[in-house]
């Protein structure tokens, strides 16, 4: 059947094709939607993992237990698995095992631009890269025989415009693929000095046997063109090049990258007099290249950051783009995102960005934001889960230097359970005074709502093991622990007070959900059934215009430009009343009151 | 040939859905297409933009700065943000309804009320009032397909079966208004 599909969704597809029966991910754009879409397959038992670490070592477990297994992450996400993945590398598999990994040129939704094309280098991987959905569902058929084949995960590298564009694909019916007979295998599972060292050689056999693969894989191919100009690409690139340099060129499209086909390359050569190599991010294909003494044209000619798309390439090559309108663009301004009407973040941050002789350390999620106007509320966010163990360092500094500035770490309850919980152990163990805040509304919030450990249900929303954070902490030794409802900032200015007064770790756990999630029945009873649905409006005749209102940072909140009063669009307003505790002429009361 | 069609919009105005019902019309039409969005942060009230592209044979899914055949804007200052991405000779659909961003809600800018002017004096433009468009008919919701009624309708694409596909792609109770908003979004852009 013909269908248009996403490459995640593709991704997916062929997963069920392929046989997987089991498919473990920790949310990340761009690869959330791969295994939401994978859990809509009943053959596959899929699940959230706490992180990417735990993702990759549960889908390896799988292998090693029989079954075809795959781990979805975003570029990110492969540094915290890193450790799993590069000793992986060294046992195999039994049943196959693929890691996709979805980099994001651009970094439309990212803290950094990194190219993991070179963790199948470093790890010893083989890798492919799609080009488009069709190929995303072909390509992972043959990853996992290949992964079979020659006992290896495999590396499955897709970038932000694969992973969310939509082409045509044809699918197919899933392969019977038999979860294998367990078997002992000490000598190959068992990563000791002495056992790994043989397996070290078994893997530099089986990378030097892929590179006779490299020349006969169909997903490696000259295209043949009229001309004498030569265009090297993989994955998404391959589509930009071909809008920008035609039919004309003759093409080296590579969409299985490591190990790559020298071979290939030398014949390309012989047909071409000029070469371009266009890839996104860093020149990964141009050094080999280059390495084997051929002339190209790349970076820097090609930008070394920032998305490719065909502007940027025809920008590259011709110095020119087409023609646009040109047009006055002082009157457009910029739409940042902001918290959310009745996002439970903001009276949180209203209150602390107000602390004095304060460092916040944030993290990474929705309430990075709380960084930006009107807030100015971070100081600094590195990676997810990194505000309480970076904010500890930070104090103990100042500490140590005679300072009476405080640190507070702010992560979301996500970042708690991925790698956060580690943060907090630290604080405690090493006898800080960092104040640990965990803003929980209850789902996963920025990639989209997904379920995690604190939510009480799985990807399916089936009911499992909810994990309390409060009686985590508490189990930790944490003596000093709240938790308060963000959108009562008086409660919140209480809590931080406290926390401030003592000399010794607090944790500070805000509970309410996020405005955008999937309620269900338990958020009904713990919230109140009119949870957003309480609308709050401007009593004009007291409204001042002192715009403290304004403060708060609400999409729902503006200034009328006739009236020069404060107005709350109803549309909008989900009835969080953080505005209406600030008002100080109490101008701002709930709907139906002003009636 | 392949073709562009442009919607861009703020988060949470259903350009989504707009673009979906565009292309799966294109594609039982028996074209090549190819659909591009950008999830993630853009969603939290961020400027947002879906590429459609058909043709024979569509390669890149985004479309290129210069060589939108329509630039369909759900809201009016964001239109005039692509207007770079449109052909010169090519037409825009205007909803004239404004959405505040941030920096003006906390007045450190101001939303200018010459931006239809512009966009009006620097290419053919179709502006209209859609939100009320599709309030009149009964769901202010059903903007985004009032608006991809008039993208059709620019583009041509008459032969295909527009209200099958919506009945097959909405919410049963949303497929009747749904279909009007098609119609009237059509009409708006002959009249
Ligand atoms: C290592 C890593 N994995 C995944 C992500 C993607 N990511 C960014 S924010 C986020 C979720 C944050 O959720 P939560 O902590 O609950 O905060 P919320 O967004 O709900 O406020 C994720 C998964 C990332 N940036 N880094």
């Known amino acids: ?595 | 040939m392949t073709k562009n069609i442009l919607l861009v919009g703020v988060g949470g105005q259903g350009t989504i859905l707009a673009a979906k019902i565009l292309t799966l019309g294109l594609m039982e039409a028996g074209y090549d297409v190819k659909m591009s969005e950008i999830h993630g942060m853009s969603q939290r009230g961020g400027a947002v933009s879906s590429h459609v592209r058909y043709g024979a044979k569509v390669y890149s899914p985004v479309i290129e700065r210069g060589s939108a055949d329509v630039l369909v804007s759900f809201e009016q200052m964001e239109a005039l943000r692509w207007l770079d991405y449109m052909r010169p000779d090519s037409t825009a659909v205007v909803n004239s309804q404004s959405i505040n961003p941030v920096p003006v809600l906390v007045g450190k800018a101001l939303y200018s009320d010459k931006i239809l002017d512009e966009i009006c004096a620097k290419v053919r433009a179709t502006v209209l009032d859609a939100t009320a468009e599709a309030l009149a008919l009964g769901n202010a919701r059903a903007l985004n397909i009032l608006l991809v009624g008039a993208a059709a309708k620019i583009m041509k694409l008459d032969d295909i079966d527009w209200n099958g596909i919506l009945a097959k792609n909405v919410k049963p109770a949303f497929v009747e208004i749904n279909q009007k908003a098609f119609a009237r979004g059509q009409e708006l852009v002959t009249a």
């Open chain 1, 1 to 595: 059947m013909k269908i248009l599909m996403t490459g995640d969704e593709a991704i997916a597809r062929g997963a069920f094709e392929a046989g997987v029966a089991f498919a473990s991910a920790y949310p990340g754009t761009p690869s959330t939607e791969i295994l939401e879409n994978v859990a809509n397959y009943k053959e596959i038992v899929s699940e959230w993992a706490p992180n990417e670490k735990v993702a990759l070592e549960a889908a390896a477990g799988a292998s090693i237990g029989g079954a075809r297994a795959l781990a979805c992450m975003k570029h990110v996400g492969v540094n915290v698995a890193a450790d799993p993945l590069f000793t992986f590398s060294y046992t195999g598999v039994r049943g196959g095992m693929v890691l996709v990994s979805a980099d994001e040129p651009g970094m439309h939704s990212s803290q950094n631009e990194q190219d993991n094309r070179w963790y199948a280098i470093s790890a010893k991987l083989p890798m492919f890269e799609p080009s488009d959905s069709q190929e995303c569902i072909d390509m992972l058929q043959e990853a996992f025989d290949m992964s079979e084949t020659y006992d290896t995960p495999v590396l499955f590298r897709i970038t932000t415009r694969i992973a969310h564009s939509k082409s045509i694909v044809e699918t197919s019916e899933r392969k019977d693929v038999p979860i294998k007979d367990y078997v002992k295998e000490v000598h190959k599972y068992v990563a000791v000095p002495a056992l790994a060292a043989k397996r070290r050689i078994v893997v530099e056999k089986r990378m030097n046997d892929l590179k006779e693969y490299s020349e006969k894989s169909a997903f490696n191919r000259i295209e043949k063109g009229a001309g004498r100009i030569g265009v090297i690409v993989s994955g998404m690139c391959y589509n930009y090049a071909k809008e920008v340099f035609g039919d004309d060129a003759t093409y080296l499209k590579l969409g299985f990258t490591n190990p790559l086909p020298g071979n290939m390359l030398a014949e390309f050569y012989k047909l071409v007099d000029t070469v371009y190599i266009i890839e996104e991010n860093d020149p990964y294909i141009q050094q080999w290249v280059e390495r084997l003494g051929y002339k190209c044209i790349g970076k820097p000619v090609i930008p070394p950051f920032g998305e490719m798309t065909p502007d940027v390439l025809r920008m590259a090559i011709h110095g020119k783009g087409l023609d646009v309108v040109d047009y006055d663009a002082s009157l457009v301004v910029p739409r940042p995102p902001v918290l959310c009407a009745g996002c439970p973040h903001r009276g949180f941050f209203y209150e602390l960005s107000k602390k004095k002789d304060t460092i916040i350390a944030g993290d990474i999620g929705c309430y990075t934001l709380g960084f930006a106007e009107p807030f100015n509320g971070m100081d600094y966010v590195v990676c997810m889960g990194a505000a309480f163990s970076s904010g500890h360092g930070t104090q103990k500094a100042l500490t140590a230097a005679g300072k009476s500035t405080r640190v507070v770490g702010v992560m979301g309850d996500s970042t708690f359970f991925h790698m956060g919980i580690n943060g907090l152990i630290e604080v405690l163990y090493n006898n800080s005074k960092t104040i640990c805040c965990i803003l929980d509304n209850r789902t996963t919030g920025m990639t989209g709502h997904q379920e995690h450990p604190g939510t009480g249900l799985d990807i399916n929303r089936n009911p499992v093991h909810e994990i309390s954070i409060e009686e985590t902490a508490r189990a930790l030794g944490a003596k000093n622990v709240a938790v308060i409802d963000p959108n009562n900032i008086k409660e919140v200015r209480a809590a931080l007070n406290e926390a401030y007064a003592k000399d010794e770790p607090s944790v500070i756990i805000t509970r309410w959900p996020c405005v955008l999630k999937h309620m269900n029945d338990n958020d009904y009873e713990e919230f109140g059934q009119d949870l957003f649905r309480k609308k709050y409006t401007v009593d004009e005749s007291l409204c001042i215009t002192c715009k403290a209102c304004i403060r708060v940072g609400c999409p729902a909140i503006s200034i009328h430009p006739e009236r020069n009063k404060s107005t709350i669009d109803p549309a909008q307003c989900v009835g969080c009343s953080v505005c209406a505790q600030v008002c100080p002429k109490n101008a701002i009361v709930r709907a139906e009151e002003n009636r």
